[in-house]
């Protein structure tokens, strides 16, 4: 088991990936980037999710279709549709598992949050 290097920089007591029996585990990414949250647009706040699940998959030499399993939180529904117009880009051949949880609320007022799970001996397409 291994952790990621910079989990001790963190202001919260995470791992910001761990790696586990054949998985990367990467801990809620939401749509921050230099510690501000992407305001934009609730679709500029995903891309920038991923974006940060993007860092994290090449840290560990691994791409989007290594990923298995997704969890997301939104804070709202209404966002569902748009949140999906933005993950079928990320995932077009093989879509990972996923399950939609709606939440009361998320750090820094987020609108929406990703846990993802990503094997390390799957081919990438």
């Known amino acids: 088991m291994s952790t990621n290097e910079n989990a ?21 990414q939401i749509g921050s980037a230099g510690g501000q949250l992407v305001t934009t647009s609730f679709q500029d706040e995903v891309r920038q999710v991923f974006t940060n699940i993007e ?33 079928q880009t990320y995932f077009t051949d093989r879509f ?3 399950t939609c949880i709606a939440v009361a609320g998320l750090p820094k007022q987020a609108r929406v949050e990703l846990t993802t799970m990503a094997s ?3 081919e990438a397409n």
């Open 8 to 28: 001790a920089a963190q202001a919260v007591p995470i791992s910001k990936a761990l790696v586990s029996n054949g998985f990367l585990f990467i801990s809620g």
């Open 55 to 87: 860092t994290i998959l090449t840290e560990h030499n691994l791409t989007f279709s290594h990923i298995v399993s997704v969890t997301v939180y939104l804070t709202d529904m209404r966002y569902f549709d748009e949140l999906n117009a933005v993950y």
């Open 96 to 98: 990972p598992t996923r």
């Open 120 to 122: 390390l001996k799957l």
